[in-house]
T-cell receptor
Framework: QKEVEQNSGPLSVPEGAIASLNCTYS??????FFWYRQYSGKSPELIMS????GDKEDGRFTAQLNKASQYVSLLIRDSQPSDSATYLC?????????????FGQGTILTVHP | TAGITQAPTSQILAAGRSMTLRCTQD?????MYWYRQDLGLGLRLIHY???????GKGEVPDGYSVSRANTDDFPLTLASAVPSQTSVYFC???????????FGPGTRLLVL
């Protein structure tokens, strides 16, 4: 059973703070990692993808991957109320599961003014 | 470009009835996917298709069937609906495996 676990939340941060979202995965052979944002009643949209160890930055978002620890995180700097959403971690385990994503249960983030 | 469209937007269905959820794309995605999303469980893969003419089972395929007669359409059929199939259903697609998956707007299904 391939599992993806996210910090349970909900997470509440003040506007301007750094929001930290965490995700662990069980399959050590996992190849690709994604963070999706989902607003209430809407479909998921990709905000970050990461494939190799280290940090990847895109604007206010930074994804961090540590394959040895089987851990991927998303940092949101200067959080805004518009960042309030559910954040979904998704993992492509590769191998026979190549191309098929396993999602975590999601973390609800609220950024309060 | 419409992207990925799904129909209907929402539906109430009596248990035991059959229903087909439609998914159409104009993004030339080779691979397409059906997920269900339930509170606290995240998104779970039901069925997928690598390319037209082929389909495969995901994590929760029981009670569902799919077909992929052409590149653009990927319908999901519930042959005899049960209340546990109450969920939000998302269709998604990407050009090739490992590429970003793009999601349709979803179908909310209530089975009574």
């Amino acid at each position: 059973q391939k599992e993806v676990e996210q910090n349970s939340g909900p997470l509440s941060v003040p506007e301007g703070a750094i929001a930290s979202l965490n995700c662990t995965y069980s399959d050590r052979g996992s190849q690709s990692f994604f963070w999706y944002r989902q607003y209430s009643g809407k479909s998921p949209e990709l905000i970050m993808s990461i494939y190799s160890n280290g940090d990847k930055e895109d604007g206010r978002f930074t994804a961090q991957l540590n394959k040895a620890s089987q851990y991927v995180s998303l940092l949101i700097r200067d959080s805004q109320p518009s960042d309030s959403a559910t954040y979904l971690c998704a993992v492509d385990a590769g191998g026979t599961s190549y191309g098929k994503l396993t999602f975590g249960q999601g973390t609800i983030l609220t950024v309060h003014p | 470009t419409a992207g990925i469209t799904q129909a209907p937007t929402s539906q109430i269905l009596a248990a035991g009835r059959s229903m087909t959820l439609r998914c159409t794309q104009d993004m030339r995605h080779n691979a397409m996917y059906w997920y269900r999303q339930d509170l606290g469980l995240g998104l779970r893969l039901i069925h997928y298709s690598n390319t037209a003419g082929t389909t495969g089972k995901g994590e929760v395929p029981d009670g569902y069937s799919v077909s992929r007669a052409n590149t653009d359409d990927f319908p999901l059929t519930l042959a005899s609906a049960v209340p546990s199939q109450t969920s939000v259903y998302f269709c998604a697609g990407n050009r090739e495996f490992q590429e970003t998956q793009y999601f349709g707007p979803g179908t909310r299904l209530l089975v009574l």
